[in-house]
């Protein structure tokens, strides 16, 4: 499975917007490729996908009017635009691919399925 790389994370107060994008290396994406994000000590929470054709999106409650993801195949890049951050958005942030049809959300929502990990970026929401 293709390595993924995050970038764009950073320091913003609240209510201040990030870009976080998710580039990927070799072939083009799969199936879904989505954002998750990891509090220390806690599995890792799924924030939202979107899959190959960019024409589906799929969010987590808790970021939903806020966060978009979107997709540039051209460019192998998926970008996570965050708006209105809060401070409990602060956590690292991972790109992760999953390469199958799922069967309901909650399977996609399941980090298990994921792979091709990057190395995370980190946003901090300053109060």
């Known amino acids: 499975q293709d390595q993924l790389q995050e970038s764009g994370g950073g320091l913003v107060q609240a209510g201040g917007s990030l870009r976080l994008s998710c580039a990927a290396s070799g072939r083009t994406f799969t199936t879904y490729t989505g954002w998750f994000r990891q509090y220390p000590g806690k599995a890792r929470e799924f924030v939202a996908a979107?899959?190959?054709?960019?024409?589906?999106?799929y969010y987590a409650d808790s970021v939903k009017g806020r966060f978009t993801i979107s997709s540039d195949n051209a460019k192998n890049t998926v970008t996570l635009q965050m708006n209105s951050l809060k401070p409990e958005d602060t956590a690292i942030y991972y790109c992760?691919?999953?390469?199958?049809?799922?069967?309901?959300?909650?399977?996609?929502?399941?980090?298990?399925?994921?792979?091709?990990w990057g190395q995370g970026t980190q946003v901090t929401v300053s109060s």
């Open positions: 992760g691919a999953l390469p199958r049809p799922v069967a309901s959300f909650d399977e996609l929502s399941d980090y298990v399925w994921w792979g091709g």
């Open positions: 979107i899959t190959w054709s960019g024409e589906r999106t």
